[in-house]
Every structure is written in structure tokens, then in C-alpha cells.
């Protein structure tokens, strides 16, 4: 169970832990326990970066009332965020963005700029932005035994907005293909967000960078039993944590990962 509360915590877990550590718990390791130096940041992580401070700039016109940002301006804040989070990379980790032989800079930075023109020039624009990047926060009781963990659950809402008399949260995720079934009705982030916030429907509008570009929008109602089965999950990963059951998850994410060089030479 979370309960909601403006207490703070010496020490939280989010959506975004718990995903790596699903992923693999000697990233998880190096990343949050070790606090190691990355080698580099993925391409994908870095686009989605950029995506998300251009729909924010787009978002806070709306919330300001403000005259809405037109599509060259769209295209202008999306090159700009994207070369931002360029030079992000080089600060923050040893080699900068690591791509794939299929992708590079100058057309990443394209992909971005075409992408959110189709985001502002086709997507159903909310009728109101009532917040952005709002931060919660939840106290974790154990499923199994009821008792109140000591760190707290911290998430961070891309917006609640208003469409059709109804407030909903936004989520906005960045994929290099269509989404399925699974990906929304089994989403984690989106049950632990239900679970956590009194607002009853999840909304993620999915931006696929492909050549042709689309923005896909998929509706997740509040489910006791998702629900009941994420915090069941946090639980159970936050005790391996708790007792450093780490380990190497090897498959074709080792790839795009920062600490692969660490990883396999410590194996």
C-alpha cells in the first residue's frame, strides 16, 4: 500500500529504480549504490530528454495561457533541447552519447525536430494544463505484513491535465516502435502512479521516432490489483537491494548500457 504525505525521508525508491533494477541489478549497482561514472548515456535516453523539455516548454505556454508556441518555435526548442542534452552527456559520463551504427547526432537531432512537428501539429492538445512535473511522495507499507518501510516512494507526474471536465495524469514516452497491449496495461510506472494519486486514469501519449513519425495515446484505469502487485514488486525488489543481491542480467540491453566495460570486466 503508499500513502500519500509531505514528510520527507532520509532515503526513497521510484518507478525508475525499480525498472532497473528489473533490468538488471548490477546496473542498478553501479548506478545507485556505487554511484559510478558512466561510460556513456544512450542515444535513447538522451532523445527522450530532449522530448520531454520540449512538450514542457509547449505545456507551460498552455498552463500560462499564454499565446500557444507554433510550429517553428515547436521545431526551434526541440534542435535546441536536443543539442542541450548532447553536451549533457560529455559532463556527465566518460564518452559522451553512444550510438549505434545506425544513428548519429545530425540525425537524432532531425528525428527529434520532426517528431514534435507531428506532436504540435496533430496531437489533441489538453484543454487545460492544471500542473507540470509535479512531485509526490508515498509512504511504502509492506504488502506481506503491513509494517511501513522506512524510504519512501518519490514520483515525479509529467502533467495532470484537463480533458473533456476531467483531470487525468500525462505520461509522454519516447519509442523506436509501436506500443502493444502489454506495454500500457502491464506498465509499472503507471500502476505504482495510480496506486500513489487520488486521480483514477492514467494517460500516456507515446511519440514513436521512426522516419514517420506518430503519437499514440493509450488510457490506463486505476486496477486494485496491478496496483496491489507493483507495490508487492517494489517491496520484494527493495529487500534484494537491502540485501545487495546483485548480479548481471545479460541480453541485448548490455548494449546500450553505462557501466557494460565495468560490468563484463568485473564478471
Not at 526513497?12 to 549497482?29: E, G, H, Q, V
Not at 500557444?68 to 556527465?92: I, L
Not at 552519447?97 to 537524432?108: C, F, P, Q, R
Not at 505484513?145 to 495532470?160: H, K, N, S, W, Y
Request: charged content about 30%; some cysteine; aromatic content about 10%.
Amino acid at each position: 500500500m503508499l500513502e500519500p504525505t509531505h514528510e520527507e525521508a532520509g532515503d526513497y525508491f521510484s518507478a525508475s529504480r525499480l525498472t532497473t533494477y528489473m533490468i538488471c541489478p548490477n546496473k542498478y549497482l553501479f548506478n545507485y549504490v556505487e554511484k559510478q561514472r558512466k561510460e556513456q548515456l544512450p542515444a535513447p535516453m538522451m532523445f527522450g530528454s530532449a522530448v520531454h523539455k520540449t512538450i514542457e516548454a509547449i505545456y507551460q505556454r498552455l498552463m500560462d495561457k499564454a499565446t500557444p508556441m507554433t510550429v517553428e518555435e515547436v521545431k526551434d526548442e526541440a534542435a535546441g533541447f536536443w543539442m542541450a542534452q548532447t553536451e549533457r552527456a560529455f559532463n556527465e559520463s566518460e564518452r559522451g552519447v553512444g550510438y549505434t551504427e545506425k544513428e548519429s547526432e545530425d540525425l537524432l537531432k532531425d528525428r527529434i525536430v520532426k517528431l514534435m512537428e507531428v506532436f504540435v501539429s496533430e496531437f489533441d492538445m489538453p484543454d487545460e494544463v492544471n500542473a507540470i512535473e509535479q512531485r509526490f511522495r508515498c509512504w511504502i507499507f509492506d504488502p506481506e505484513t503491513g509494517e511501513r518501510l522506512d524510504l519512501q516512494f518519490l514520483g515525479i507526474v509529467d502533467a495532470i491535465t484537463t480533458r473533456g471536465g476531467e483531470q487525468i495524469i500525462e505520461e509522454h514516452k519516447t519509442a523506436g516502435r509501436r506500443w502493444s497491449r502489454h506495454d500500457y496495461e502491464n506498465n509499472l510506472q503507471a500502476s505504482l502512479y495510480l496506486a500513489a494519486h487520488p486521480l483514477g486514469e492514467l494517460r500516456f501519449n507515446v511519440l514513436v521516432k521512426r522516419a514517420n513519425p506518430v503519437v499514440e495515446v493509450f488510457h490506463v484505469q486505476a486496477n486494485d490489483w496491478q496496483q496491489n502487485d507493483a507495490v508487492n514488486t517494489m517491496c520484494n525488489v527493495i529487500k534484494a537491494v537491502e540485501d545487495r543481491n546483485f548480479y548481471p542480467r545479460r541480453g541485448y540491453m548490455c548494449d546500450r548500457c553505462s557501466f557494460r566495460r565495468r560490468c563484463y570486466e568485473g564478471s
